[in-house]
């Protein structure tokens, strides 16, 4: 079956630009993550998805960071005013009934 | 806060023998442990977990060894090969289930023909 899809794979914006990076997780996961990796760097939790609310969003920087998941299945992760400190590669993982997380290739963010 | 590392950045290990990647945990209370591999342009793809009520477990090709006494995670590959050439991370979480991963910063394992 389809794994994790996120799309754009690549997106350059200016700085103070609104962006919106999409996330299609694998059919029946209940659960989605969104991380950041910087450059040689793990990747770094921001946000949790159960169905449809945010189970736990303590990993979002500041309040111009903000996802949303209204049907419970596709996600999207907006960032408001962006900053070239937000330059970073943003991954989606999801995951069904064994928890483990399975990762999307990623969207590469830009910010000039 | 609490964090994982790994002791080294970078292992080169010569086509067909074995590797061993190490990793410590801080957090006492982690309780699920995962190893991820990950090539360059792409997500971190799932290898092998364990859970702390397990000390060794078997995959293809891969063993992950837990040892909760000095908080410390090991990813062996028996007979290494070029595709394995990736940046190994090491993850945990706790709670009881997989939400929060906390990720170490990785490993570059390079084989040499």
């Known amino acids: 079956g389809a794994g994790v899809s996120q799309t754009p794979s690549n997106k350059v914006t200016e700085k103070g630009k609104y962006v919106e990076l999409r996330c299609d997780p694998i059919?029946?996961?209940?659960?989605l993550y969104w991380y950041r990796q910087s450059l040689g760097q793990g990747p770094e939790f921001l946000i949790y998805f159960q169905g449809t609310g945010a189970a736990d969003d303590s990993g979002l920087p500041n309040d111009r960071f903000f996802a949303v998941r209204p049907e419970g299945s596709v996600s999207t992760l907006k960032i408001q005013r962006t900053e070239r400190g937000d330059s970073a590669v943003y991954l989606c993982?999801?995951?069904?009934?064994?928890?483990?997380?399975?990762f999307g290739p990623g969207t590469r963010l830009t910010v000039l | 806060g609490e964090s994982v590392g790994l002791h080294l950045p970078t292992l080169s290990v010569q086509e067909g023998d074995n590797s061993i990647i190490n990793c410590a945990y801080s957090n006492s209370a982690s309780d699920y442990f995962i190893w991820y591999k990950q090539e360059s342009g792409k997500g971190p793809q799932f290898i092998i977990d364990?859970?702390?009520?397990?000390d060794k477990r078997q995959g293809q090709r891969v063993t992950v060894l837990l040892n909760k006494t000095v908080k410390h995670l090991s990813l062996q590959i028996a007979a290494t090969q070029p595709g394995d050439s990736a940046v190994y991370f090491c993850a945990e979480t706790f709670g009881g289930s997989a939400r929060q991963l906390t990720f170490g910063s990785g490993t570059q394992l390079t084989v040499l023909p």
């Open positions: 059919s029946g996961h209940t659960a």
């Open positions: 993982a999801s995951s069904g009934q064994t928890d483990t997380q399975y």
């Open positions: 364990i859970r702390s009520n397990m």
